[in-house]
């Protein structure tokens, strides 16, 4: 009588450790991509940069990195890819018109400037590159 139950009691266990895995509220994984990216402030493109809650985006990163000055010496460099249903094709995060958040118009999600969701599905932060500032020279990186 045991062994008739073991396929069913390993059938159990697989869909249960498949259901595990599967990402909840789909927050899959936003893909890897390597940044490295040396900003010289002084550029005319990066003019907004130099208000404090000025901010500029640059082509790096999956879909674009949002760059936003939170202090005169803290800069903030966020990926636009969302962080809900990031292989969708619209899942691209821009500075709301206001100029007080960051939203994702497909899905609605909005993010603060730190990066954390305050309203919509997703539920994990926008992805932070690291960034340092060296005289007038900002550098974004995801390496060591």
Excluded at 34 to 41: G, K, M, P, Q, Y
Excluded at 58 to 86: D, L
Excluded at 92 to 115: A, M, R, T, W
């Amino acid at each position: 009588m045991g062994s008739l139950n073991r396929p069913l009691i390993f059938a159990l266990l697989l869909l249960s450790v498949i259901a595990g895995c599967e990402e909840s509220g789909g927050d899959n994984q936003i893909p890897f991509v390597f940044v490295d990216e040396t900003i010289n402030l002084n550029n005319f493109e990066f003019l907004d940069l130099k208000t404090l809650g000025g901010h500029v985006t640059i082509n790096a990163g999956v879909r674009g990195i949002i760059i936003y000055r939170e202090s005169n010496t803290v800069y903030r460099a966020f990926e636009k890819n969302c962080t809900y249903q990031p292989l969708d094709a619209c899942a691209d995060v821009e500075v709301d018109q206001s100029g007080l958040f960051l939203i994702d118009p497909c899905c609605s999600s909005k993010f603060n400037f730190d990066g954390f969701p305050f309203e919509g599905p997703a539920t994990r932060p926008l992805l932070e590159y690291r960034s340092s500032v060296s005289g007038n020279t900002l550098r974004i990186t995801n390496s060591n």
